[in-house]
């Protein structure tokens, strides 16, 4: 069977084919999500809360030991594999950050990596 071909058989092809009739009408496109697959962004949300910054992705099907996160207290990257989609993000944080001060968690496909903002100043001693 060709991409595009139906399968009678294949329960969800209305679905597949009601998503891509919306999403053409959205997109302007010749959209085929049975050739695209899924998209390799993952949904990020930051969220600031008083003096803690909050890194939400959401990573389906990405087991934790394929999650590679780094943070240079302006930036986090994540870099993660699973057996359908890759993930290689790199997300601006809107403060400063102390990377020394991440706590990561990852449940049920979602990644949250919580930061203490960084002291806006620094002491000098004369």
């Known amino acids: 069977m060709q991409p595009g071909d139906r399968d009678d058989s294949d329960p ?3 679905i597949f084919d009601e998503i891509e009739r919306m999403m053409n009408g959205m997109m302007n496109g010749n959209v085929d999500i049975r050739t695209e697959g899924m998209g390799t962004d993952a949904h990020i949300d ?6 803690l910054v909050r890194v939400i992705a959401d990573m389906p099907g990405v ?3 394929a999650i590679d996160l780094t943070c240079d207290g ?3 990257t994540i870099d993660a594999a699973s057996n359908r989609r890759e993930f290689d993000e790199r997300v601006s944080l809107p403060v400063r950050v102390d990377e020394q001060s991440a706590n990561a968690s990852y449940n049920n496909g979602v990644l949250e ?3 203490e903002r960084a002291d806006t100043s620094a002491d000098i001693d004369l």
């Open 12 to 14: 969800f092809d209305d």
């Open 46 to 51: 930051i969220q600031e809360d008083g003096e």
């Open 63 to 65: 087991a934790k030991d």
């Open 74 to 76: 302006r930036h986090v």
């Open 113 to 115: 990596v919580v930061f």
